[in-house]
């Protein structure tokens, strides 16, 4: 049997790599809608749930970086096939795990395997695809579907765990990734590898800062913002990103490019990826507990509300893909990135007495402008930094990307948190329950969120509207905050993109282009 066409190359290759991003995406809200089972079959706090739901974005956030250096040293193709690998490993770990560190460990893995196949994953698809125009429409499915695994976790992980229970979140993921390791393998382009020194300081400062932050973060909340803990988390946590950040502006090969901020297209499109991630993330991280703990739909019933987003996302984005390539990539961004602000501020506007016809205008403009958003920005990228150095700028892309869904997920839940403990604690002294009972008590949404059972079921009647109420009030403060980022990204993307100009040529003598953060003519 002879070898396929290059069309028919083209298309599995892209079918490969679409693959490879929807799961490494799906995998950072499909769990979203399993905790609260896990939490009962695992006998889990709410800590260890958090835990579940960060450790993989995380770990891909920490080790993107160092995952597009590999792949430069080592070539892409290779590091693509080993990460989804390790994807594929983590995920039957994940299935298998007895306990919530096994659990968790196998999230991590999942994450590393992300983290090693998906900078490569753009570089691929530039080299696949050389013609412009179908360059564009290829990284308008590519991003789609990237967009799509964010909203359709919760659209089918809930069936599954209320019908094949939670492991097979995982499981799902298992046949996939053996699938796409043999395909990878047959249809994807051979890069050469390029001699490149890893930035090991530079990981090692930016996983540890990172991974202190975030945990300075998500214990804020219980423990308190003063606590000695929290603030000596947090203040290292500062110092060692400081350091990083030095350290990359020394070395002649860093981990992270910084000078490609000086493009002020490029640092539009980087700060519109890390923002739609921070607002949108938290918004599909919290809705599900509204919906099945305030709300008191079933799995199933919450994810079949998100399908209206899912809809969106899937005619976003290869319109969005369309629409840069005729106008560029700043209409579709900041549209994109105002639709969502609308969205999420519209949802802030409805309690916990609305009606699912009232509020779903805003799920329809929140999936329309997330699909919006995803593949300008990957355009942008390509468009304006050399084709040696997509890789690092697919990793960056991604970093931010991640890195904006961590502490989206938890600076706005502190926000949730704060308000709804003061707004708790006010309300349960009025009905003369002790200060001390809060805290149980505000774990309340979290355990009724399967099928309204749990401690929350036996709270009398008042204490669960008082839980609720004070439940949607911090929800709706978040929503806010998230809201109000998005649309101040919006007007900053547009200033910053409005005032790029292309890149000219660098003249004889003069530096190139890869010298000044790697940029070309758009």
Not at 299 to 321: D, E, H, Q
Request: with cysteine.
């Amino acid at each position: 049997m002879g070898e396929p066409s290059t069309r028919r190359r083209q298309q599995l290759a892209l079918l490969t790599l679409c693959v490879a991003m929807f799961m490494a995406m799906l995998d950072n809200v499909v769990v979203n809608v399993a905790l609260p089972r896990i939490g009962q079959d695992l006998d889990s706090g709410i800590s260890g749930l958090q835990w579940v739901a960060e450790g993989y974005s995380l770990v891909y956030a920490a080790l993107v970086l160092t995952g597009g250096a590999l792949g430069d040293r080592h070539g892409r193709t290779r590091m693509f096939v080993v990460g989804l690998g390790l994807f594929t490993v983590g995920s039957a770990a994940a299935a298998l795990a007895g306990t919530i560190g096994v659990l968790v460990g196998g999230r991590m893995v999942q994450g590393v395997g992300a983290a090693l196949l998906t900078p490569g994953s753009l570089t691929l698809l530039g080299h696949v695809f050389t013609d412009e125009r179908e360059r564009a429409r290829a990284i308008g499915v590519w991003s789609g579907v990237s967009a799509l695994g964010l909203a359709i976790g919760p659209v089918i992980g809930g069936p599954m765990v209320e019908h094949l229970g939670w492991a097979s979140v995982f499981w799902i993921n298992v046949p996939i990734g053996v699938a796409g390791v043999a395909l990878a393998a047959k249809v994807l382009p051979e890069i050469p590898p390029r001699a490149r020194r890893i930035d090991f300081g530079g990981f090692a400062l930016s996983a540890a800062g990172l991974c202190l932050l975030v945990h300075a973060l998500i214990e804020g909340p219980s423990r308190g913002w003063t606590d000695p803990w929290v603030v000596g988390c947090g203040a290292v946590a500062v110092i060692l990103l400081v350091v990083f950040l030095l350290l990359e502006l020394r070395l002649a090969e860093p981990m992270l490019e910084l000078r490609l901020f000086r493009d002020g297209a490029l640092s539009g499109a980087l700060v519109g990826g890390f923002t739609v991630s921070f607002g949108m993330f938290g918004a599909l991280f919290f809705l599900p507990l509204m919906m099945q703990g305030v709300l008191g739909w079933s799995p199933s019933g919450a994810a079949y509300g998100g399908l209206p987003m899912t809809a969106m996302l899937v005619v976003a984005g290869p319109l969005s893909g369309r629409l840069a390539a005729r106008y560029g990539p700043r209409l579709p961004m900041v549209l994109g990135l105002a639709l969502c602000a609308v969205g999420l501020g519209g949802l802030s506007l409805y309690g916990d007495h609305a009606y699912y016809l009232e509020y779903l205008w805003t799920l329809f403009t929140m999936g329309f402008g997330m699909g919006l958003t995803f593949t300008p920005i990957s355009i942008a990228v390509l468009q304006r930094v050399a084709p040696a150095q997509t890789g690092m700028a697919s990793a960056t892309i991604n970093t931010l990307r991640e890195l904006g869904g961590v502490l989206g997920i938890a600076v706005l839940g502190a926000v949730l948190t704060n308000r709804m403990t003061d707004e708790l604690t006010s309300a349960l002294h009025r009905l003369g329950v002790p200060a001390e009972a809060v805290g149980p008590i505000a774990d309340a949404p979290t355990g009724a969120a399967h099928g309204g059972g749990g401690a929350a079921g036996a709270l009398p009647a008042p204490v669960r509207q008082a839980v609720d109420g004070a439940f949607v009030d911090g929800i709706h403060l978040a929503l806010r905050c998230g809201s109000v980022a998005l649309a101040v990204t919006a007007v900053l993307v547009a200033v910053l993109l409005g005032r790029a100009r292309p890149l000219a040529p660098a003249a004889p003598g003069e530096p190139q282009p890869e010298e000044l953060a790697g940029a070309r003519s758009a």
